[in-house]
Nanobody
Framework: QGQLDESGGGLVQAGGSLRLSCAAS????????MAWYRQAPGKEREIVAS?????????YATYSVKHRFTIIRDNDKNTLYLQMNSLEPEDTAMYYC????????????WGPGTQVTVSS
């Protein structure tokens, strides 16, 4: 099973930006629809954004995320990105990437995640 390593999180003020990266190994992300997930304290993990294997189809979980976040894949680098702008305190969560569970099982072992904390 492939492995994932998320990075790029941090502490930012509301309105700030972060760019998350997810480096994959052991499997090629080009074979899968991929997604970013997040889990806030006391809540279940939820999907934030997804991108098809070709990059042709992109979906965001909410209207708010759609207009502030951008999911990007670089199959040559075997890396998934999430550009997050206009961050809000409600975006505070641990962020993870994996294959899109709606297209089949998660084909990668869950990584450690990267913490995003947005202060008001």
């Amino acid at each position: 099973q492939g492995q994932l390593d998320e990075s790029g999180g941090g502490l930012v003020q509301a309105g700030g930006s972060l760019r998350l990266s997810c480096a994959a190994s052991g499997r090629n992300i080009s074979d899968y629809n991929m997604a970013w997930y997040r889990q806030a304290p006391g809540k279940e993990r939820e999907i934030v954004a997804s991108i098809s294997w070709s990059g042709a189809n992109i979906n965001y979980a909410t209207y708010s995320v759609k207009h502030r976040f951008t999911i990007i894949r670089d199959n040559d680098k075997n890396t998934l990105y999430l550009q997050m702008n206009s961050l809000e305190p409600e975006d505070t969560a641990m962020y993870y990437c994996n294959s899109d569970h709606r297209s089949g099982p998660n084909y990668f072992t869950w990584g450690p995640g990267t913490q995003v904390t947005v202060s008001s």
